[in-house]
């Protein structure tokens, strides 16, 4: 009696043999958002929050972890060519979330309210949805108003640090 081997499977071209996840799906991103940011709730309250305020508890490294894990969602905008502007809206909010919830305590009671995954889940999902769409004004005045912002960071303490150097100097 023959033993019956099994037929080799046959993979058509272009087919994985195996069904996977794909990690940029917005299946995957959703979940990435729920978990980062509104995975609880405290009970009594409409306030939900998710990991990025506990693990950004930990001195130092927390809000680098949650910053990195928030870069998915980015990366996969870039993936799907989302506008640039659109690209520099979900960097600065990772960027705001990082810097601000860097401040012990305050920073992570501002990470429960800001949700920058939720923030850039919408964002990608809005700008994927319609790739022919066209940045909006709100878009542009974000931009705007984050440059604005920046350079108001950069230039105050220059004019302040001159002022007192030049005032100091004139005592002299």
């Known amino acids: 009696m023959r033993s019956q081997m099994p037929e080799p499977e046959i993979i058509p071209p272009g087919e994985s043999p195996r069904p996977h996840r794909d990690m940029l799906s917005d299946e995957t991103l959703a979940l990435l958002a729920s978990l980062l940011d509104d995975l609880f709730r405290i009970p009594g309250t409409p306030i939900r929050f998710g990991l990025d305020p506990l693990i950004g508890l930990l ?72 790739a022919s769409r066209r940045q909006t004004w709100k878009d542009w005045a974000f931009l705007l108003g984050i440059v604005f912002a920046l350079a108001t960071v950069i230039v105050v303490p220059i004019v302040i640090v001159t002022l007192l150097f030049h005032a100091l100097w004139e005592r002299h």
């Open 59 to 130: 001195p130092g490294v927390g809000d680098l972890i949650t910053g990195a894990a928030s870069f998915l969602i980015i990366l996969a905008g870039w993936q799907r060519n989302l506008p640039r502007v659109t690209l520099v809206r979900m960097v600065t909010n990772v960027v705001i979330d990082t810097l601000v919830g860097s401040i012990p305590v305050a920073g992570d009671m501002f990470d429960v309210a800001w949700k920058s995954n939720r923030k850039n889940l919408t964002l990608l999902q809005r700008s994927s949805a319609s």
